[in-house]
């Protein structure tokens, strides 16, 4: 079975196909600036050159249909016609609290889909657009939906709940949802597969840091609690979001400052944490230069960064009264042995000790940072939050024709 994963926003879509027999990916890329002129397909083949191709893309109807273009063109092409593709899978961000799980897509489904465009008007619009661009081209696929929120639904109600008037909650749905919901899984998954454990016998902490960044606390393969609140703006300090604030912080800044809901909102998602602290950059690799160029504010954003993560760790070890195993995953998480070292080494108390030698290595593989002798195992394991779309659709699929 061959299965198209999508990732579409509301000017770009990126997509892989798999092949599920090997779980190979026959092809990726992205369709850029939809809506624009000058829309730009990168297409990139396994085992052929990358392919670039600029035209005018107006809507994701059309990036679809030049992907399949892409997929089965006689040169760059990866199949011989579009009746290959078997199943689409799409990443939807928020699945609130009515998806548990991956579904196939029917027409329920999309109508909760639309529900919950209060809870993530940037992002569910333009899944839903991806999922009606692939109706329009591939009629007779079925398609299946992969939440970022599904996997943190086991959480507990003192989790997930916040301290404010219930009545917001049954009116609004305000509470925490959590993201990342899919890499966590995916490598709390591969964490314990590389251990050689039950992933119900552990007790998990999973740091997902990338541009966006959020921890999780797995207890017994569960979600039992996360940094990412109802919005991804709460918990960790990221690349341009500032993570946990004081929120009278807000109408205060508001207030002297005369700025707007959306001025404030820009402000917290966008100019804040590493790159408002750093003055340089939201990368951590500009950050890291400039710290050991002698740069006071990227160490002060570099020890803040890490201050806040280890505090994370902390509270989640505490939250499931112990931890034995740390995960590092995402850009930073996989890529930053600085990072992964200034934590560690503020965290030995629980049991934690670095393989300074193991941390160096880079690598695409999962792997041991911890020393042999360390009681709570410290890993780095890659994400693959596609690949688990494409399993999660497979899966669907695969059930479906059976019963
Ligand atoms: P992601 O959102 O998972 O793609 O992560 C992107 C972030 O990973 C970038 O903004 C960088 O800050 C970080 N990153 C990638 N490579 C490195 C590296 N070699 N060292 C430190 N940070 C890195």
Redesign the pocket.
């Known amino acids: 079975m061959k299965v198209l994963v999508i990732n579409a926003g509301s000017s770009s879509l990126k997509y892989q196909l798999y092949d599920m027999r090997d779980e190979s990916v026959l092809a990726s890329g992205r369709v850029e600036r939809i809506g624009m002129d000058s829309s730009i397909v990168t297409h990139e083949p396994a085992g052929k050159p990358e392919v670039r191709d600029v035209s005018e893309i107006l809507e994701h109807v059309t990036a679809v249909k030049r992907v399949i273009d892409m997929l089965t063109h006689k040169e760059h092409g990866v199949i011989g016609s579009m009746n290959e593709i078997d199943a689409v899978g799409h990443r939807i961000v928020h699945g609130g609290e009515v998806f548990k799980s991956s579904v196939l897509v029917t027409q329920d489904v999309k109508l909760e889909i639309r529900r919950l465009f209060d809870l993530a008007p940037l992002h569910n619009p333009a899944h839903m657009m991806g999922i009606t661009a692939v109706e329009s081209n591939l009629p007779h696929v079925p398609q299946a939906v992969v939440f970022d929120t599904a996997f943190h639904q086991t959480m507990p109600n003192t989790s997930y709940l916040y301290p404010i008037p219930k009545v917001l909650y049954r009116r609004h749905k305000i509470r925490r949802y959590g993201f990342h919901g899919t890499s966590h899984s995916y490598v709390s998954g591969q964490a314990a597969a590389y251990l050689g454990m039950p992933l119900k016998s552990l007790k998990m902490v999973s740091c997902h840091i ?3 960044a959020s921890c999780a606390a797995i207890l017994n393969g569960e979600s039992f609690d996360t940094s990412m609140g109802m919005t991804p703006l709460e918990g960790l300090m990221m ?1 341009t979001r500032s993570g946990d604030i004081d929120p009278a912080i807000v109408p205060f800044v508001m207030n002297k400052e005369e700025l707007t809901l959306n001025e404030v909102n820009s402000m917290l998602n966008k100019h804040s944490g590493m790159i408002a602290i750093s003055g340089i950059s ?4 500009e950050i ?1 230069e400039a710290m050991e160029d002698g740069d006071k504010n990227a160490k002060l954003a570099f020890d803040m960064y890490v201050y806040r993560l280890k505090k994370y760790i902390g509270a989640y070890a505490a939250a499931m009264n112990g931890i034995d195993t740390l995960v590092f995953t ?3 998480g996989e ?2 042995a ?2 992964r070292k200034a934590v560690c080494e503020g965290i030995t108390f629980l049991g934690i000790e670095l393989d300074d030698e193991r941390n160096a290595i880079r690598s695409k593989e999962a792997r041991e940072i911890s020393k042999d002798s360390s009681r709570v195992k410290v890993l780095v394991v890659p ?1 693959n939050e596609e690949l688990l779309i494409a399993r999660d659709t497979y899966e669907l699929v695969k059930a479906a024709h059976s019963s």
């Open positions: 990338g541009n966006g690349g939201s990368d951590m690799r890291t995402a850009g930073v890529n930053s600085a990072v994400t």
